[in-house]
């Protein structure tokens, strides 16, 4: 399903909606929500930009596990692009290739998973944040226990009132968007 010069990215954190992600890598396409089995969305994934929790891709190895994710069509040329706004490397994260179902088909993906040296179970992340992944897991339509479970995540207000704002805004335009609008905010 990946044509030349693409690879197949399954995003569970922040770039589930795709304006999120279109304003990073203008040229991602969404092929469709898929399934992580055996891995479970935790909140642990240590910033060392922020100094946050930030979200993961926990494999637990459990059965019942399930990680909820989009599959995005991504081309050779922005890939490193994503690869410095999600800290791949020093920046605590690790590039996995796993396969997912996508549409009944099983689809070889890439993700990125916290690195152990960047866990910390004691941080929280930031409401902002917390409420990308929210909107972005709404917006995809995934069960509403799962949405839920991630609207109730404790989280913190982040101190950096221009940060926050920005992503406020962000948030704003998240439920009203549509493919039509393109990657821009208005």
């Given at each position: 399903m ?11 954190g ?9 304003l ?10 898929a399934?992580?089995?055996?891995y479970?969305?935790?909140f ?9 929790a ?13 990680l ?7 081309h050779?040329d922005e ?5 410095g706004i ?26 990125y ?34 949405v ?9 207000v982040?101190?950096?009132?221009h ?9 704003n ?14």
């Amino acid at each position: 399903m990946s044509e030349r010069g693409t690879r197949l990215y399954f995003a569970y954190g922040s770039n589930l909606h795709p304006l999120r992600l279109g304003l990073r890598t203008p040229a991602c396409e969404p092929l469709g929500t898929a399934r992580l089995d055996g891995y479970r969305l935790c909140f642990h994934k240590r910033s060392d930009g922020d100094s946050s929790a930030k979200a993961d891709a926990w494999r637990s190895g459990a059965a019942d596990d399930v990680l909820h994710g989009v599959v995005y069509r991504m081309h050779d040329d922005e890939i490193p692009v994503l690869d410095g706004i999600e800290g791949l490397g020093a920046g605590g994260y690790e590039l996995r290739t796993e396969n997912v179902r996508l549409a009944g088909e099983p689809v070889c993906v890439f993700l990125y998973a916290a690195r152990d040296s960047h866990i910390d179970t004691a941080l929280r992340p930031y409401t902002w944040y917390r409420d990308l992944v929210w909107r972005g897991a709404s917006w995809q339509g995934f069960p509403s226990t799962y949405v839920d479970a991630i609207r109730t995540v404790p989280a913190v207000v982040d101190a950096d009132v221009h940060r926050h704002a920005d992503n406020e805004r962000l948030l704003n335009v998240m439920p009203h968007w549509q493919p039509q609008h393109g990657y821009r905010l208005p």
